[in-house]
């Protein structure tokens, strides 16, 4: 698997969880162990149950095996070697906006929100900008394991 098909990778701890308002589906809130980076993110409970202070390992790739013809079904891409096989919740969404965070103070740097779809399961990552240097409007693969 080539490392600039890897767009964003890091660990976070599950600082809350809301599952009131849907069946199946909760949105949770992470923050990164330099606390410089956070999510919220929409998903799945029947598929990936997620606690509070979980840590979970965050990734997010612009394709998931060696395959590059991207006009081919993710299911095709299950038969051979692919970064899935080392997750256990992964979905393909589109990232869809950027935008900068306005800082009140001149000595921190500079961060940037990307806003990706999942299907209409929602994800917004917040960080540094230096951090989301590789995002483009594209489509990206999400991948979580439990640390």
């Known amino acids: ?13 599950i600082t809350s969880l809301n599952d009131e308002k849907y069946d199946r ?12 980076t956070s999510f919220n993110l929409d998903i799945n409970t029947d598929l990936y ?14 394709k998931i095996n ?9 299911r095709a891409a299950t038969q051979g070697p692919s970064m899935m096989d080392m ?11 950027f935008e ?5 103070s001149e ?13 209409g399961m929602l994800m917004m990552l917040e960080a540094p900008e230096v951090k989301l240097r590789k995002f483009k409007v594209q489509n990206v693969y999400l991948l979580l394991k439990k640390e």
């Open 100 to 104: 900068e965070v306005n800082e009140s």
């Open 1 to 13: 698997m080539a490392d600039d098909s890897l767009l964003f990778e890091d660990t976070f701890t």
């Open 25 to 36: 589906v909760a949105r949770i809130f992470g923050t990164s162990a330099d606390s410089q």
């Open 107 to 119: 000595n921190t740097s500079r961060s940037a929100r990307a806003y990706i779809s999942f299907g």
């Open 87 to 97: 997750y256990e919740y992964v979905c393909l969404g589109t990232l869809y906006r």
């Open 66 to 74: 060696d395959e590059d013809d991207p006009s081919k079904a993710w």
């Open 49 to 62: 149950k997620v606690a509070l202070h979980d840590g979970i390992h965050v990734a997010m790739a612009s």
